[in-house]
Protein backbone atom coordinates (compact mmCIF):
# COMPACT_ATOMS: atom_id res chain seq x y z
CA UNK A 1 0.00 0.00 0.00
CA UNK A 2 1.29 3.52 -0.81
CA UNK A 3 -0.32 7.13 -0.79
CA UNK A 4 1.18 10.32 -1.35
CA UNK A 5 0.70 13.53 0.78
CA UNK A 6 -0.20 15.62 -2.56
CA UNK A 7 -2.46 12.56 -3.49
CA UNK A 8 -3.86 12.74 0.58
CA UNK A 9 -4.24 16.23 0.74
CA UNK A 10 -6.42 16.18 -2.49
CA UNK A 11 -9.08 14.37 -1.03
CA UNK A 12 -9.74 17.23 1.75
CA UNK A 13 -12.28 17.58 2.75
CA UNK A 14 -14.11 14.68 2.77
CA UNK A 15 -17.75 13.89 3.21
CA UNK A 16 -19.46 16.72 5.49
CA UNK A 17 -20.31 15.29 9.05
CA UNK A 18 -22.90 16.50 11.70
CA UNK A 19 -19.38 17.31 13.07
CA UNK A 20 -18.56 19.55 10.40
CA UNK A 21 -21.20 20.01 8.07
CA UNK A 22 -18.44 22.00 5.34
CA UNK A 23 -16.98 18.90 5.10
CA UNK A 24 -14.22 16.75 7.63
CA UNK A 25 -10.89 18.24 7.83
CA UNK A 26 -9.65 14.49 7.39
CA UNK A 27 -9.99 11.61 5.58
CA UNK A 28 -8.34 7.86 6.08
CA UNK A 29 -6.22 6.94 3.51
CA UNK A 30 -4.53 3.59 4.77
CA UNK A 31 -6.30 0.88 6.88
CA UNK A 32 -4.99 -2.44 8.50
CA UNK A 33 -6.39 -4.23 11.31
CA UNK A 34 -6.59 -1.11 14.27
CA UNK A 35 -4.33 0.99 12.10
CA UNK A 36 -5.83 3.67 10.30
CA UNK A 37 -3.36 6.70 8.70
CA UNK A 38 -5.43 9.75 7.75
CA UNK A 39 -4.49 13.16 6.62
CA UNK A 40 -5.78 16.24 8.58
CA UNK A 41 -5.73 20.15 7.75
CA UNK A 42 -7.74 21.59 10.45
CA UNK A 43 -7.65 25.13 8.51
CA UNK A 44 -10.17 23.36 6.47
CA UNK A 45 -12.96 23.82 9.09
CA UNK A 46 -14.88 27.22 9.32
CA UNK A 47 -12.92 29.40 10.73
CA UNK A 48 -9.80 27.30 11.02
CA UNK A 49 -10.42 26.53 14.53
CA UNK A 50 -9.41 22.58 15.26
CA UNK A 51 -12.96 21.27 16.33
CA UNK A 52 -11.35 17.82 17.48
CA UNK A 53 -12.25 15.62 20.41
CA UNK A 54 -10.55 13.00 22.09
CA UNK A 55 -9.84 9.49 20.71
CA UNK A 56 -10.84 6.00 21.72
CA UNK A 57 -6.89 5.16 20.18
CA UNK A 58 -3.85 5.84 20.40
CA UNK A 59 -2.70 8.69 17.93
CA UNK A 60 0.51 10.02 16.51
CA UNK A 61 1.00 13.04 14.62
CA UNK A 62 3.46 13.66 11.83
CA UNK A 63 3.93 17.07 10.60
CA UNK A 64 4.10 17.54 6.89
CA UNK A 65 3.73 20.99 5.76
CA UNK A 66 3.02 24.28 7.98
CA UNK A 67 2.98 25.83 11.05
CA UNK A 68 0.41 24.95 14.49
CA UNK A 69 0.76 24.99 17.75
CA UNK A 70 0.04 21.37 19.56
CA UNK A 71 -2.15 21.78 22.50
CA UNK A 72 -2.08 18.01 24.55
CA UNK A 73 -3.79 18.65 28.07
CA UNK A 74 -2.20 21.89 30.10
CA UNK A 75 0.73 21.86 27.66
CA UNK A 76 1.58 23.33 24.55
CA UNK A 77 4.33 23.47 21.90
CA UNK A 78 5.14 24.47 18.45
CA UNK A 79 4.12 22.21 15.45
CA UNK A 80 6.11 22.53 11.99
CA UNK A 81 7.20 20.17 9.39
CA UNK A 82 9.53 17.41 10.97
CA UNK A 83 7.93 17.11 14.35
CA UNK A 84 6.15 14.05 15.78
CA UNK A 85 3.38 14.08 18.89
CA UNK A 86 2.16 11.35 20.57
CA UNK A 87 -1.47 11.42 22.04
CA UNK A 88 -2.90 8.92 24.18
CA UNK A 89 -6.10 7.67 23.71
CA UNK A 90 -8.83 10.03 25.70
CA UNK A 91 -6.51 12.85 25.83
CA UNK A 92 -7.95 16.42 25.27
CA UNK A 93 -5.82 17.84 22.50
CA UNK A 94 -5.50 20.12 19.37
CA UNK A 95 -4.08 22.17 17.00
CA UNK A 96 -4.34 26.40 17.50
CA UNK A 97 -3.02 28.77 15.49
CA UNK A 98 -3.09 26.56 12.00
CA UNK A 99 -1.12 28.25 9.27
CA UNK A 100 -3.53 27.55 5.87
CA UNK A 101 -0.84 25.37 4.33
CA UNK A 102 -0.79 22.97 7.32
CA UNK A 103 -0.84 19.22 7.13
CA UNK A 104 0.08 16.02 9.43
CA UNK A 105 -0.62 12.60 9.25
CA UNK A 106 -2.68 11.19 11.79
CA UNK A 107 -1.67 7.39 12.61
CA UNK A 108 -4.74 5.80 15.19
CA UNK A 109 -3.29 2.62 16.53
CA UNK A 110 -4.04 -0.30 18.51
CA UNK A 111 -6.77 -1.20 21.30
CA UNK A 112 -9.94 0.88 22.48
CA UNK A 113 -8.61 2.87 25.79
CA UNK A 114 -5.57 2.47 24.15
CA UNK A 115 -2.25 0.45 24.64
CA UNK A 116 -0.64 -0.07 28.87
CA UNK A 117 2.38 2.19 29.31
Known sequence: ??????????????????????????????????????????????????????????????????SATMVIGAQQWPARAGDAFFVAAGATHRFDDVSPDFATWVVFYGPTGGEPA
Open 1 to 66: MKVTLSDALARLPSSPTAQYPEGAPSTTVLAHGSMQLKVFNPALNTGGRDRQVPHDQDELYLVQAG
